[in-house]
């Protein structure tokens, strides 16, 4: 049977991870800094609860570091001497500049070596149809292959670290940050009443700010703050904002409609546009 070791596994994917494994018939067994947190999710899950690090890379075959992102590279680091023959070793951080480095030292010694990214969040329900990206380390057809025999139910999305980062910046940092500062915005309002008053749009973005504000701090400071690729569309954002509120303190009618239109106009390349209406009340109704 084979052994898998969850480093970092009382965290919130880390558990989900141990959690899914566990479902698939793999002994587990975790390893966490916050030792307290690790004996509850060890309990609660019947699993294995190694002393540290190096012992849980030590017993297992299938190595998955699910730690945070500045956190990562040191951990590699540190269970490096442990990882040898049959042994794989897994990170899913959700920056890749800063890990690959170290990952690919691993790899040169002849260890399998995944630089994956969950693109989706502990509430998934199964893997089932999510997907995961996979950056290549060093032989991107034998980790796509591995890849896909551990995690089956996935789709597996090829992507070179860089563009990953890149994407990163735009489809997390971006979204973090606008909703950061929406909460900011609406948490200085009452917001029982908002719920009462608020309409479709609003109780959808309210969702997603709430469940962004849930998340740990530390992981979303990373997000914003170690990816290079931030600052650019961040600064992009706020010239768009600065544009749009000129226009309307302007009063500027016809600047807010020609900026409206041409806007459409780019969103609409995309193929499911047409749906997006429906696509928004089916969230709602799933509220």
Same mark, same amino acid.
């Given at each position: 049977?084979?052994?898998?070791?969850?480093?970092?596994?009382?965290?919130?994917?880390?558990?989900?991870?141990?959690?899914?494994?566990?479902?698939?018939?793999?002994?587990?067994?975790?390893?966490?800094?916050?030792?307290?947190?690790?004996?509850?999710?060890?309990?609660?899950?019947?699993?294995?609860?190694?002393?540290?690090?190096? +012992?849980?890379?030590?017993?297992?075959?299938?190595?998955?570091?699910?730690?945070?992102?500045?956190?990562?590279?040191?951990?590699?680091?540190?269970? #490096?001497?442990?990882?040898?023959?049959?042994?794989?070793?897994?990170?899913?951080?959700?920056?890749?500049?800063?890990?690959?480095?170290?990952?690919?030292?691993?790899?040169?010694?002849?260890?399998?070596?995944?630089?994956?990214?969950?693109?989706?969040?502990?509430?998934?329900?199964?893997?089932?149809?999510?997907?995961?990206?996979?950056?290549?380390?060093?032989?991107?057809?034998?980790? +796509?292959?591995?890849?896909?025999?551990?995690?089956? %139910?996935?789709?597996?999305?090829?992507?070179?670290?860089?563009?990953?980062? %890149?994407?990163?910046?735009?489809?997390?940092?971006?979204?973090?940050?606008?909703?950061?500062?929406?909460?900011?915005?609406?948490?200085? %309002?009452?917001?029982?009443?908002?719920?009462?008053?608020?309409?479709?749009?609003?109780?959808?973005?309210?969702?997603?700010?709430?469940?962004?504000?849930?998340?740990?701090?530390?992981?979303?400071?990373?997000?914003?703050?170690?990816?290079?690729?931030?600052?650019?569309?961040?600064?992009?954002?706020?010239?768009?904002?600065?544009?749009?509120?000129?226009?309307?303190?302007?009063?500027?009618?016809?600047?807010? #409609?020609?900026?409206?239109?041409?806007?459409?106009?780019?969103?609409?390349?995309?193929? +499911?546009?047409?749906?997006?209406?429906?696509?928004?009340?089916?969230?709602?109704?799933?509220?």
């Amino acid at each position: 049977m084979l052994r898998v070791a969850v480093i970092g596994g009382a965290g919130r994917m880390g558990s989900w991870f141990a959690k899914y494994f566990l479902e698939r018939g793999y002994e587990v067994v975790i390893s966490d800094i916050n030792v307290d947190r690790a004996e509850v999710v060890a309990k609660s899950l019947n699993l294995g609860l190694a002393k540290n690090n190096i +012992e849980a890379a030590r017993i297992a075959d299938l190595i998955l570091v699910s730690t945070p992102i500045n956190v990562t590279p040191n951990v590699l680091s540190e269970i #490096m001497p442990e990882l040898g023959g049959s042994k794989i070793v897994a990170e899913i951080s959700s920056l890749k500049s800063n890990v690959l480095p170290t990952l690919r030292e691993i790899a040169n010694r002849g260890v399998k070596s995944l630089s994956i990214h969950p693109l989706f969040g502990s509430g998934a329900r199964g893997m089932a149809g999510e997907r995961i990206a996979l950056i290549p380390v060093s032989d991107q057809l034998v980790e +796509e292959d591995l890849a896909r025999r551990i995690f089956p %139910e996935a789709k597996i999305v090829v992507v070179d670290f860089k563009v990953h980062d %890149e994407i990163m910046a735009l489809t997390l940092a971006l979204t973090h940050f606008i909703n950061i500062v929406f909460a900011s915005v609406v948490g200085e %309002e009452d917001i029982s009443l908002l719920r009462r008053l608020g309409g479709t749009t609003f109780t959808l973005q309210l969702a997603l700010s709430e469940a962004v504000m849930a998340e740990e701090p530390s992981l979303y400071a990373s997000i914003q703050i170690d990816n290079e690729y931030t600052i650019k569309y961040l600064s992009k954002f706020m010239s768009k904002a600065a544009r749009l509120k000129s226009i309307v303190e302007s009063k500027d009618f016809g600047g807010f #409609m020609e900026l409206y239109r041409l806007t459409q106009e780019m969103i609409s390349r995309d193929e +499911e546009f047409a749906g997006a209406y429906e696509r928004m009340y089916r969230a709602l109704e799933a509220l």
